[in-house]
């Protein structure tokens, strides 16, 4: 099983360069799903998963999910915050 990075918004992967692919087989493989979750923290994206993909039945199965960064250019409304 390959352990990658999947974009939600678009159901791209991340690859090696930092670019995005449609295809499993071009995505970055990770180690481990806790060394993806941190990378995938660190993206300029929005939400994410870390999903497990079987090349061999080309299957995948969702390990985690969590937030990005935000995406790149994103203007983010000021949050208002009472006592």
Do not use: C
Not at 25 to 52: C, D, H, M, S, W
């Amino acid at each position: 099983m390959n352990i990658l990075i999947e974009d939600t918004a678009t159901f791209e992967y991340l690859t090696a360069l930092g670019s995005w692919t449609k295809t499993a087989a071009g995505g970055k493989y990770f180690p481990a799903t806790n060394t993806a979750f941190r990378a995938a923290k660190q993206l300029a994206i929005g939400r994410f998963n870390i999903v497990g993909h079987i090349p061999e039945t080309n299957q995948f199965v969702n390990l985690s999910h969590g937030l990005g960064k935000g995406q790149p250019g994103a203007e983010t409304a000021p949050v208002e915050v009472s006592a």
